[in-house]
């Protein structure tokens, strides 16, 4: 299959992207290589990839990679020009798009940055996959649209209609506009709202980075809303696994065309239980600095998964010591430290 992964030098792009090569699987690499968080990382990755810098730094032209499977290109998703320009020339057999402005503390800072990628570029991808019979859509949605819901776990039947950041709401928006473009023109989507990913190569804006990037460097970290926080934690490679599954099951057997599943351990871990893991598996008791919740933030997460069990036959189960001692081996090493 000849397939579109944008994102594809940000962390879940980046896994998923090797994944389907070594499947013997024609991958098409899309990203900005954006300045959200260090950008050497970004190339890092696509380096892991087979692509050189210099090859990768260059806008709208396609570098080769090592890998013969493998090509990348640096493109904006809201290039109404060149988006479906591109789209009309690679004929893509499937779409995942994991590329977006994340994040949801910046979403208070940057809302314009949100618009533009997640809704305006979202809007290129659905337009793209429309006119050029594209025959499955998949797209990164959140668990971050369960906003101020209390009940838990976290079901795709529940209403997910109380946004707490404009992060959310672009996801959500993600999910209706989704809907809209399967009804009118009959081509499946599916949305995948993940639950905190961490892993080897994981994003330095997220709390396992910045603890241990912290405590290696005898700093103190922050722990919002004083530590009364849980997160449904999932390791880089179950998110991978389970994207992976659904690209490749037969789409014969699927009568509805609008699918959104919950992507996540099923397992809700204590902010300070996971803090804990970090210190036993760094050997360093870290310095806490008690915070105030963070405006845009929810409580707590949680993933009723048992849609993706039932279609399938797949939950994602790594312990959080197994992720945080397979985190820290990799950062160390690629830090040097
Ligand atoms: N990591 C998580 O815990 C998590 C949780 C829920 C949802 N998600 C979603 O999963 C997807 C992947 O997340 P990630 O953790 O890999 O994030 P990431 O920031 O590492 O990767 C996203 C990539 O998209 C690129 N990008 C951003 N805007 C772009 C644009 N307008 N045009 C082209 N490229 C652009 C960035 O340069 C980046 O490399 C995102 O949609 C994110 O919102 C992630």
């Not at 479906?84 to 809302?111: H, M, T, W």
Request: proline content about 3%; charged content about 25%.
């Amino acid at each position: 299959m000849k397939i579109l992964i944008t994102g594809a030098a940000g962390f879940i792009g980046f896994y998923v992207s090797k994944k389907l090569i070594e499947q013997g699987n024609k991958v098409i690499g899309l990203d900005n290589i954006n300045d959200y968080y260090d950008v050497n990382l970004k190339f890092d990755r696509l380096k892991e990839l087979g692509v050189a810098k210099e090859d990768a730094e260059l806008y709208n032209k396609k570098a080769k990679s090592s890998t013969s499977s493998f090509e990348f290109i640096r493109l904006n998703l809201e290039d109404r020009d060149n988006v479906p320009l591109f789209f009309k020339k690679e004929k893509f057999d499937i779409v995942c798009n994991l590329a977006a402005q994340a994040g949801v503390r910046y979403s208070l800072e940057n809302p314009e940055a949100y618009i533009d990628s997640n809704v305006t570029g979202f809007l290129n991808i659905l337009e793209g996959c429309r006119n050029n019979d594209v025959k499955h859509l998949l797209y990164a949605s959140s668990s971050s649209v369960y906003g101020l819901n209390s009940k838990i776990p976290f079901s795709t039947s529940d209403n997910v209609d109380t946004p707490a950041s404009l992060y959310a709401a672009t996801k959500k928006s993600n999910e209706l506009m989704a809907h809209t473009y399967s009804h009118l023109y009959k081509f499946p989507t599916t949305g995948l709202r993940f639950f905190t990913v961490y892993g080897p190569w994981g994003r330095p804006d997220m709390a396992m980075f910045l603890f241990t990037d912290a405590m290696l460097n005898n700093k103190p970290i922050k722990v919002f809303n004083e530590g009364n926080m849980e997160r449904d934690f999932t390791y880089i490679d179950d998110i991978t696994e389970g994207i992976v599954r659904i690209i490749n099951k037969n789409l014969e057997e699927r009568k509805d065309l609008y699918r959104v599943y919950n992507i996540g351990n099923n397992n809700s871990v204590k902010l300070l239980d996971f803090i804990k893991s970090i210190e036993e598996n760094l050997n360093i008791t870290a310095k806490k600095t008690l915070m105030p919740m963070q405006a845009g933030d929810v409580e707590k997460t949680w993933a009723n998964v048992d849609s993706l069990i039932k279609d399938y036959n797949y939950s994602p189960n790594t312990p959080i010591n197994e992720g945080v001692k397979n985190f820290i081996t990799w950062y160390k090493k690629y830090y040097n430290k």
